[in-house]
């Protein structure tokens, strides 16, 4: 798992339009967030997905991007973004390289089983690709709120 003050791991993947996004291009630029999420069109996804979509403008004010990542193809996150009228970026790791990159792709107990998934997870990042925090196993309600919080505290 990585925590604050490591270096992001680098990436390329395609978005819901299949451009795409590296995650390079956003370095002295930028600050980033990540969002890791389990499933695209599940309640407490689309209700996190959503609330950070909302939020979006507030978020660009302070220079920051915000990038939802999950296993899901192209064509679903296009399907999901079209449906709920997202306007954030949702990138598609269907490898699960960079989940495992993020150490969000865990497995863990649910009903007496083992189950490997994404854990929702959070990582904001600065303009020099530093990570400067690495939220793990977050809650979905009020996140993005909490999220918006740490990055206004970024240029301070």
């Known amino acids: 798992m990585l925590k604050n003050g490591d270096k992001a791991p680098t990436f390329s993947l395609p978005d819901a339009d299949m451009e795409t996004v590296d995650l390079a291009s956003f370095q002295d630029k ?15 996804c689309t209700r996190e997905v959503t609330d950070f979509s909302d939020h979006e403008v507030d978020f660009r004010k302070l ?17 999901f973004r079209d ?29 007496g089983q083992p189950k490997t998934g994404i854990v929702r997870s959070t990582f ?3 303009r020099s690709g530093v990570i400067r925090h690495a939220l793990y196993n977050v809650n979905f309600k009020g996140h993005a709120q909490e999220v918006l919080a740490l990055v206004k505290e970024l240029d301070t």
């Open 124 to 126: 904001i990042i600065d």
């Open 63 to 79: 220079g920051c991007s915000i990038l939802g990542i999950n296993r899901e193809d192209c064509l679903k996150h296009q399907e």
């Open 30 to 44: 930028q600050h980033l967030v990540l969002l890791f999420y389990p499933k695209d069109g599940t309640p407490s």
């Open 83 to 111: 449906r709920e009228g997202i306007g954030i970026n949702l990138l598609s790791d269907a490898e699960g390289e960079v989940c495992r990159q993020y150490g969000v792709w865990q497995t863990r107990e649910v009903d």
